[in-house]
C-alpha cells in the first residue's frame, strides 16, 4: 500500500470517528451506511470509466449504424449500471435543502432494481440515522462530503482496500462482537495460503462479511499469471445466520468485483447447498464456544434438530444429559 492510500484510509475514517463524536450516534449505528456509501462511490466510479470506454468504442465506429446502449452494455463488462439520479455526482449536485436521506435511499433502491443480485442487499435507511431532520441531513452531508475524497482515478482493488480498512476499524470498535463479522485479514490469509484455493467451489458455513471469499480470489489471481479471470477458477458459496452480515458480505463481493451464492441461514442446522461432498475447499472462522440457553431458556443447540443430519456422520457430542456442551465439538 503506498503512503498515499494509507493517509487517505486514516483521514476518512477520522471524519467518520469525528462525526461520532460530534454527533448521537454510535459507530455500530452508521457503519452499513457508511458502507454503504462507500460501495455506492465505487459503483459511480467504475460506471463512469465504463461510459466513456462505451463512448469511444462509438466514435471509433463513425459511419455505421450502432444501437443505442443499453444496461446490458455495462453488465456485459461486469460493471454495475447506474441510472443518473443514483450516481454519487448527482447527490454531490444536490443542495443541502433537498431530502437527502430520501434522494440516498432513491439511489439504492434503483440501483438495486437494474441489477437484481443486488436485490435487498443495499442499505435504504438514510433517513432514519436521527430523529431529528437537521442533524440526519448534517451527517449525510458530510458523509458524502467525506467519501466524495475517494480521487476518480483511483486504481486496482482500492476500493476494496478501504471496504475492508473500514471493516476492520468497525469490527474493532465492538470489541468481541466484531469478531461475527471480521475476521483479521492476516488470519484470513493464513488459512487461504494453507488450502491453496487454485480452483473449484470454496465453501464458507460462516461467512460473515466475505473475507475468506475476498482472500481466495486474491490467491487465486496472484496464481494466475493473467491467463484467466478469478471468476473463471472459482464458485463461491457461504452461509451467515446474521441478515445485515450477508449484505455486508454481498457488498464485499461487488466491490471486489466478485459474485457468489450466499444463503441467509443457520449453519448449525441448514444446509442449503447439501454440502457433503460438493465442495473443494471448505474454510471457517465459526462462532467458538456457542452452548447454554438462549433468552427464551431453549438450548441453543438443540440435538433433536440435528438426528439424521448428513453432515454429522461421526455423532453428536452428547453430554450425560443429552445436550451438545460447546458447539465447537460439531
Not at 14 to 37: D, H, V
Not at 40 to 64: C, H, W
Not at 247 to 262: D, E, F, Q, W
Amino acid at each position: 500500500m503506498t503512503d498515499h492510500r494509507k493517509q487517505l484510509e486514516e483521514r476518512l475514517w477520522a471524519a467518520a470517528e469525528q462525526l461520532r463524536a460530534n454527533g448521537s450516534l454510535k459507530l455500530n449505528e452508521i457503519s452499513e451506511p457508511i458502507l454503504g456509501l462507500i460501495f455506492l462511490k465505487f459503483a459511480d466510479v467504475r460506471f463512469k470509466r465504463t461510459k466513456l470506454a462505451i463512448e469511444a468504442e462509438r466514435e471509433k465506429a463513425q459511419g455505421v449504424r450502432v444501437r443505442p446502449v443499453t444496461p446490458d452494455d455495462y453488465k456485459s463488462k461486469g460493471v454495475l449500471y447506474i441510472p443518473e439520479t443514483a450516481t454519487y455526482s448527482y447527490l454531490m449536485s444536490l443542495s443541502e435543502a433537498e431530502n437527502i436521506g430520501k434522494a440516498i435511499n432513491d439511489a439504492m433502491k434503483t440501483i438495486e432494481a437494474e441489477n437484481r443480485d443486488l436485490a435487498g442487499v443495499l442499505p435504504q435507511d438514510y433517513k432514519g440515522l436521527s430523529k431529528k431532520a437537521d442533524e440526519n441531513s448534517r451527517i449525510l452531508i458530510t458523509l458524502l462530503k467525506n467519501f466524495n475524497q475517494i480521487p476518480d482515478d483511483i486504481e486496482g482493488d482500492a476500493f476494496g482496500e478501504i471496504y475492508e480498512y473500514f471493516l476492520g476499524n468497525f469490527a474493532r470498535s465492538e470489541g468481541s462482537k466484531g469478531g461475527e463479522f471480521f475476521t483479521p485479514q492476516s488470519i484470513v490469509k493464513l488459512l487461504v495460503e494453507i488450502i491453496e484455493p487454485y480452483h473449484g467451489r470454496i465453501f464458507d458455513p460462516a461467512c460473515g462479511s466475505g473475507g475468506m471469499f475476498v482472500q481466495s480470489a486474491r490467491f487465486v489471481a496472484e496464481h494466475a499469471n493473467g491467463k484467466s479471470q478469478v471468476m473463471d477458477e472459482v464458485a463461491i458459496y457461504g452461509q451467515e445466520k446474521g441478515e445485515a452480515n450477508m449484505r455486508v458480505a454481498k457488498m464485499n463481493l461487488a466491490i471486489h468485483g466478485l459474485s457468489g451464492k450466499i444463503a441467509l441461514v443457520n449453519s448449525f442446522y441448514e444446509d442449503p447447498f447439501k454440502s457433503v461432498g460438493k465442495f473443494d475447499f471448505v474454510l471457517a472462522n465459526p462462532p467458538f464456544n456457542v452452548k447454554g440457553k438462549d433468552k427464551n431458556k431453549q438450548m441453543v443447540i438443540d440435538p433433536a434438530r440435528l438426528h439424521g443430519d448428513p453432515r454429522y456422520y461421526l455423532g453428536l457430542p452428547l453430554t450425560g444429559k443429552n445436550e451438545i456442551s460447546n458447539a465447537n465439538y460439531l
